[in-house]
T-cell receptor, first 117, second 111 residues
């Protein structure tokens, strides 16, 4: 099946720094990728939809200047958490849609755990 | 609202069947999915059902869909300790690839 890889798996940073998380589709081209945030013991919250070559579409309540998304190629989307603060600590998961699948199945990355000190 | 509801916890004995329930919100959703999440990991698609189906069986997994009540269930036969995980249902909004995830059910399988 299709594989989506995230990097890094976990990152610890100091408050005020910026952190970049990568999401790659390894064996298919993903015109659309999605970024989610998951708090402990909670469900996934969709943050934004990332479209290759265009601006991301953010969900209501998600600060686009805080969470910068870049989808520069068909296999890579990045999420940058700018000026991170402890409340940004969370598990971030990306998913990608394989345009060849009619079921609209999304393939998920392994997740990236961010801890801001 | 957009809440997709699931019961939070389920505990079963190894070898028994598990039934995880989900109530979704949009009757026009075309696809409904079940995902499994193991600790510290991403989501793994288990199965999906198209909205014009009532039931789908895939090895140990059986999905039942009641469109009238907007109720989806996942039955795992002969539950094993390796099935312990969090299970999420998700509905896909029509005409989009936007998924709304349920609150997740934590399944614990007792040996």
């Amino acid at each position: 099946g299709a594989v989506v890889s995230q990097h890094p798996s976990w990152v610890i940073c100091k408050s005020g720094t910026s952190v970049k998380i990568e999401c790659r589709s390894l064996d298919f081209q993903a015109t659309t990728m999605f970024w989610y945030r998951q708090f402990p013991k909670q469900s996934l919250m969709l943050m934004a939809t990332s479209n290759e070559g265009s601006k991301a579409t953010y969900e209501q309540g998600v600060e686009k200047d805080k969470f910068l998304i870049n989808h520069a190629s068909l296999t890579l989307s990045t999420l940058t958490v700018t000026s991170a603060h402890p409340e940004d600590s969370s598990f971030y998961i990306c998913s990608a849609r394989d345009g060849g699948y009619n079921t609209g199945e999304l393939f998920f990355g392994e997740g990236s755990r961010l801890t801001v000190l | 609202g957009e809440d997709v509801e699931q019961s939070l916890f389920l505990s079963v004995r190894e070898g028994d069947s598990s039934v995880i329930n989900c109530t979704y919100t949009d009757s026009s959703s075309t696809y409904l999915y079940w995902y499994k999440q193991e600790p510290g990991a991403g989501l793994q698609l288990l199965t999906y059902i198209f909205s014009n189906m009532d039931m789908k069986q895939d090895q140990r997994l059986t999905v039942l869909l009641n469109k009238k009540d907007k109720h989806l269930s996942l039955r795992i036969a002969d539950t094993q300790t390796g099935d312990s995980a969090i299970y999420f249902c998700a509905e896909r909004y029509p005409g989009t690839y936007k998924y709304i995830f349920g609150t997740g059910t934590r399944l614990k399988v007792l040996a």
